[in-house]
């Protein structure tokens, strides 16, 4: 028997087609008013390197890549969503009473089609079932305080699942009908009714049959107007997620060949410093609001929300989609809203941003959280000039000494006294040491300690003395993109003057920003954390480093590890007995000083590095290795703080030179 | 309400001091704004926003250094123009020779108020700005934490020893100013930008001779010793070990 039939008198598909031309209606309206505020972006030509992006797609959207990293939510998910894609096209069978079905019989495809749908529909059962559990038994930390929306979404989701089995097996029951083994979830459910009567069974078949209509056209008029906008949303943000290398931001302008407009050339008329308007984002960042799930694991790995700040990555893009849709009418208007996105974000949010990236890495749906940051920074610093005093200080100090600690210039390269270097001459390699190792006591020791390293194994290198600058990049993560450009065009015309190709830096912040982002700025270079020449001398025992047993663990700096990719080089210079802390590698926890937060106050109760600093205590090593000068202050520091001093704290190249043989 | 600020362009403190047979060697300094003058400018500013009028910012120089890059950042907070007063010979610890220079080229404009810092961190002689009072016949107010201006009359707080006065004069007069008296603005990149068009004058004048008193020696601090580290099994060994020395060697307790 089937629910196809005439209701009061009225065929069932007039009332079909009323119900699925409201739905239908509301579901494009919707979604077409989101598609023009995002239109309302700026260009962002990412429509390129097609195959990569089908790969990608293919891998992340459809095969569920990061999805999955979370093994109870993640493999729930991707049951109801595989599940879905393989049962979606029963919908049109429904609707148009059974004819599609009989169109694939024509062509043979009618039992196969079935089949598919069956599992379809029972997989997706599976998955709702597990996420149910989740949220109502398991009920993890961060789902205590979402809403009671998730929840009923997932009962109307099963119930459209039950009701589609009810409906299978009333196919299968009836005088003229036969158990379809083509569909087993279906015969499961006929064999549990075939005792009710004929009249009892009708009715169920059409209730289900309707409630399960009414279910699905309600969930199309839902989708655009919740989370559940990811169905569609994360479609464009997987397809045209982030080709740059990660962590490297956008310059001011750019010209044809995509390279940074020179800072004398700039078109200050024509140009936006930063983002304050809705409109100011490019059409990527705005589709990320629409992509976003709420699965919180931005927020499970954000260190500023974790020590307690104001700043939430998720609440940052949930920002970004309900100021759109609060505002929607007056900035298609082209009106501009008294409340600003600043406003929004709130300041406090917007400094305490590390960009450590570890949100953008743990995005399934490659969400870009930190250049919403940093560009309400840019906006704040070169726009409105509104930021937390402690910047201006860098800001000078940086403009007057070229250091962020303002010490005299002249003093850059006094640690290498004594030590018989090459300055500012040509060399096979740079030793770029960067402010913390030129002018910070304790990672002077560090440079030493790197300098010794590559004179023993005999590499030939110089350092640039007083014609070395910083790199520009705690102006650039704290919003002072010109300041930035500044000294990154001065830095290459020193770099290129002496000839430089290869650049060795022990500092992380250096090896990204040198490494990744002066390309754009003319400055083209190869460039090495220490650790991996160090490691290469070592493995090619140019470097004797004898086997040592002591405790060690390594914290990953985030621009070297996640951000930079490089876990192992380090890893296998330090040797000893490593144990590892409980995030590591690319899932290492930030120790707080990335994005100039070192030049920022931190209150004393929300502190990022005792959050680190504990993780390392825990491992029980009496000596934690770190690749970055902040990491050293930062690590030190939350140790001091737990009272746990009798352990060290030492760079790469310190625990190297302690063990060289000789 | 025209008002003049008077910037003294001062050796980075971060500059490399060198010392040649008791005369101070400044052929590397890199000069920076005189920060009690940032204060200047940024209260000039500020009456300016309020009262309208025009910002005229006046500094005297040596003829050959290049200073202009700080000095500009001065148009970026707002001032309107800059007149450097280029002198062969000027030297920082010269107040009479300077205040005389810098007050016949105010006398050339048309001011209703003079404002500087109350000391170049220079020399810390905090004479210039008083001279520069009595050379134009204004009254002076010293060392000026806060200043309000209505109508021709300006109300002026100083903070003494151990309280609070409150002073008033009618304008024209030169006020100095002390630290702190407001926040320094940092400048959005569109006032930086801005600046770059602002009028920049370089102005020759004549070396002027005083009977200033004259530096006759200069010499740097002695460096100080290393310091001695205490050792020691725990904190209770090197506290007993510190009270000894400092009872037996240092003998202050």
Excluded at chain 1, 393 to 422: C, I, M, Q, V, Y
């Amino acid at each position: 028997m089937t629910p196809f039939h005439d209701y009061f008198g009225i065929s069932w598909y007039v009332f079909l087609l009323i119900w699925s031309a409201i739905a239908i209606g509301a579901h494009v309206y919707q979604v077409g008013f989101i598609v023009k505020l995002i239109r309302l972006g700026k260009d962002d030509d990412r429509f390129n390197s097609w195959n990569q992006r089908m790969k990608e797609f293919l891998t992340d959207w459809l095969g569920q890549r990061k999805v999955v990293e979370d093994k109870v939510a993640g493999y729930a998910h991707a049951l109801i969503f595989w599940g879905f894609l393989m049962l979606v096209s029963d919908v049109i069978d429904l609707g148009t009473g059974g004819l599609f079905a009989e169109f694939l019989g024509m062509i043979y495809l009618e039992n196969i089609w079935n089949l598919v749908v069956d599992i379809g529909y029972l997989m997706a059962g599976v998955g709702l079932l597990v996420a149910l559990y989740r949220r109502l038994v398991i009920r993890p930390e961060k789902l205590k305080d979402s809403s009671i929306e998730g929840v009923m979404i997932l009962f109307a989701i099963l119930g459209i699942v039950i009701t589609a089995f009810i409906v299978e097996a009333g196919y299968m029951l009836g005088e003229e009908s036969h158990y379809n083994y083509w569909e087993p979830v279906g015969v499961l459910f006929a064999k549990l009714m075939q005792d009710i009567d004929t009249s009892t069974l009708q009715t169920i078949v059409d209730v289900s049959y309707w409630l399960h209509m009414i279910l699905i056209g309600g969930f199309l008029i839902e989708i655009p107007q919740t989370k559940h906008s990811h169905l569609i949303g994360t479609i464009p943000n997987v397809m045209f997620q982030d080709h740059e290398k990660m962590g490297t931001m956008l310059p001011l302008q750019v010209d044809d060949d995509d390279l940074a407009v020179k800072t004398d050339d700039l078109d200050f008329e024509n140009l936006t410093l930063g983002v304050n308007k809705f409109e100011d984002f490019t059409w990527r960042q705005l589709s990320d609001g629409w992509a976003c799930t709420a699965c919180a694991r931005c927020q499970d790995v954000c260190p500023a929300y974790n020590s307690g700040k104001e700043l939430n990555p998720m609440q940052i893009i949930m920002d970004v989609k309900n100021y759109g849709k609060e505002h929607g009418n007056l900035l298609l208007a082209g009106e501009a809203p008294d409340e600003t996105i600043v406003d929004r974000f709130s300041p406090e949010a917007i400094w305490a941003c590390t960009t450590c990236y570890a949100c953008v890495n743990a995005c399934p749906v490659h969400i870009e959280h930190v250049p919403k940051l940093t560009d309400t920074r840019r906006h704040l610093v070169m726009e409105a000039s509104d930021f937390p005093e402690e910047l201006q200080n860098l800001f000078n100090n940086l403009e007057r000494n070229s250091n962020p600690w303002g010490l005299g210039a002249h003093t850059r390269a006094d640690w290498a006294e004594g030590l018989d270097l090459k300055i500012g001459e040509p060399a096979e390699y740079l030793f770029y040491v960067g402010c913390a190792g030129s002018f910070d006591e304790r990672n002077k020791n560090v440079s030493r300690a790197t300098a010794k390293l590559l004179k023993e194994a005999g590499v030939d290198f110089s350092i640039m003395g007083e014609m070395e600058m910083c790199n520009g990049d705690p102006a650039r993560r704290a919003g002072n993109e010109f300041m930035f450009q500044m000294m990154a065009e001065m830095n290459v015309d020193n770099m290129n003057s002496l000839g430089t190709l290869k650049v060795i830096t022990a500092c992380p912040h250096c090896f990204h920003t040198i490494g990744k982002e002066y390309e754009k700025y003319g400055g083209k270079y190869e460039v090495y954390h220490h650790s991996q020449i160090l490691n290469e001398l070592k493995q090619k025992e140019k470097l004797k480093i004898k086997d040592y047993g002591d405790k060690v663990t390594f914290h990953d700096p985030c621009y070297l590890g996640r951000i930079g990719g490089e876990t192992e080089a380090p890893r296998e210079a330090i040797g000893g007995d490593l144990i590892e802390m409980e995030r590591s590698r690319e899932k290492s926890f930030c120790c707080g000083g990335g994005g100039a937060r070192i030049w920022m106050e931190e209150d004393a109760d929300k502190r990022v590095n005792e959050i680190r600093a504990k993780e390392a205590v825990n491992t029980g090593a009496d000596c934690v290795a770190v690749g970055c000068p902040f990491c050293m202050t930062m690590m030190s520091d939350g140790l001091k703080t737990l009272g746990e001093e009798q352990k060290t704290v030492k760079d790469i190249s310190e625990i190297m030179l302690e063990n060289l043989e000789g | 309400m025209n008002i003049a600020v008077l910037i003294k362009m001062v050796p980075d403190t971060e500059s490399k001091l060198e010392v040649n047979d008791g005369a101070l060697n400044d052929q590397n300094f890199k000069y920076m704004v005189n920060p009690y003058d940032e204060f200047a400018v940024e209260q000039a500013v500020q009456f300016k926003e309020a009262e309208g009028g025009k910002v005229t910012l006046l500094s005297l120089f040596s003829d050959n250094n290049s200073i202009d890059t700080d000095l500009r950042k001065m148009l970026a907070i707002g001032a309107d123009e800059i007149v450097v007063l280029r002198q062969k010979g000027y030297r920082g610890d010269k107040p009479l020779a300077n205040a005389k220079a810098l007050s016949d080229a105010i006398k050339e404009l048309d001011v209703d108020l003079v404002l500087c810092g109350i000391q170049g961190i220079d020399y810390y002689q905090a004479a210039t700005g008083t001279m520069v009072a009595q050379m134009l016949g204004m009254p002076n107010i010293s060392g000026v934490t806060s200043l309000e201006y209505n109508s021709g009359t300006l109300k002026a707080k100083r903070q003494i020893e151990g309280g609070l006065q409150t002073v008033e004069t009618s304008t024209p007069a030169v006020i100095t100013c002390q630290k702190d008296m407001n926040k320094v603005r940092f400048p959005a990149l569109k006032d930086i930008m801005m600046s770059k068009r602002k009028p920049f004058e370089n102005k020759d004048v004549d070396s002027i001779d005083s009977n200033d008193a004259v530096t006759s020696e200069s010499s740097l601090p002695p460096a100080r010793d290393g310091g001695e580290m205490i050792d020691g099994d725990n904190a209770e060994e090197k506290v007993n070990k510190l009270i000894e020395k400092l009872k037996m060697e240092a003998k202050v307790i």
